[in-house]
């Protein structure tokens, strides 16, 4: 079972957009997927939002692990914590919508 870790970060963009290019290929080489994308719209426009997705809790665990020791992620976990400020972080556990990649049919 999949799931994804979203942390919201009130940053400047070109501060967020060389943290994230440093975090992406560390975490990638644990198997974990780095997407990061300015909220558009509602209370929080302007934040940024981090999604890290995982293939299970396993490699969520190794990877955290992992990190711990990693001085470049550490560096640029220091960093982000010095010119960005964390809003919230959440841990999504993703739900299977079924073998169909389509929506359901409701029948007629």
Partial sequence: MSLTVLSRWACGEEK???IAAN?????GHHGAELRVGRIFSGRYAGHFLASIRYPDWERLGRTMHAMAANTDYQR???EADHLCELQS???VIDISLGNGSGPRSTGS
Wanted: charged share 30%; proline share 0%.
């Fill in 76 to 78: 640029a976990l220091d």
């Fill in 89 to 91: 972080r959440s841990i």
């Fill in 23 to 27: 975090v992406q290929s560390i975490l």
């Fill in 16 to 18: 967020i957009e060389r």
